[in-house]
């Protein structure tokens, strides 16, 4: 294996399926099969999701007050945590909900020692929250956590299989990147991650491989050091 500890980014969408909204239990016992299957062999996975197949702060902002908005998706990525730790569970796989807001009934606060401790002791750790914070994505959160738990690559699933030009489900020019750097993700105003979050990347030099979540394998096939979607880095 390529990678023993890894932080997995999983967008709200992906837990929508081919939903709209909402969660589509298919799909996510579909994810959870496929960690299972990893972490039977002790690789060790944080995952930070998103909340947008329930609500997007940044859609609401001509409604709500931002900051308002940002804790609405906040509560969001926690209902979504509860739902993969359930699905995870129930296939012997044993999990933790670490939250960034302070929800004790529900789930533990993050801890960084603590986190790192389940870590060790073979438990699949879900953050959710976000960074606790408004005006941050959870593509920064996923960083800062891929960070401080000291996991040795980013793996953000999407909806298609690399980092593009240009939306490739728009532009049918559109040209995929098999590997590319911080820098020029930023000069070229990519947006399959928001520019905190690849800068903190940059600082930091942890690299981020982007793929597609559709193709069943895929997580595998990285971890195993097969080169699946893009992968950015500080040379590229």
């Not at 081919?18 to 996510?28: A, E, P, V």
């Not at 914070?133 to 909806?159: G, H, M, R, W, Y």
Request: net charge positive.
């Amino acid at each position: 294996m390529k990678y023993r500890r890894v932080l997995l980014k999983l967008s709200g969408e992906m837990f929508a399926g081919s939903n709209q909204k909402g969660l589509d239990f298919d799909i996510i016992n579909k994810y959870a099969q496929e960690i299972k299957s990893l972490y039977l062999q002790s690789v060790q996975f944080t995952i930070v999701v998103g909340g947008g197949n329930f609500i997007r702060g940044r859609d609401l902002n001509k409604f709500i007050n931002r900051a308002t908005a940002d804790y609405m998706g906040m509560l969001a990525t926690i209902i979504n945590s509860l739902a993969f730790q359930e699905v995870l569970e129930n296939i012997g796989v044993q999990t933790r909900v670490m939250t960034s807001l302070e929800i004790k009934s529900v789930a533990e606060p993050f801890i960084r020692r603590r986190a790192i401790r389940h870590l060790e002791k073979g438990r699949v750790v879900i953050i959710a929250g976000g960074t606790g914070n408004p005006f941050f994505s959870t593509d920064t959160a996923a960083v800062l956590k891929a960070l401080e738990l000291e996991c040795q690559i980013i793996l953000k699933a999407t909806k298609v299989d690399g980092v593009y030009s240009s939306d490739p489900l728009i532009d049918p020019n559109a040209f995929k990147y098999t590997q590319i750097n911080y820098k020029e993700v930023i000069d070229k105003n990519l947006s399959f991650m928001d520019s905190t979050a690849i800068s903190l990347s940059m600082e930091y030099n942890i690299p981020i491989i982007v793929f597609s979540i559709k193709d069943y394998g895929n997580i595998r096939k990285i971890i195993y050091g097969e080169n699946i979607g893009t992968i950015i880095t500080k040379g590229g």
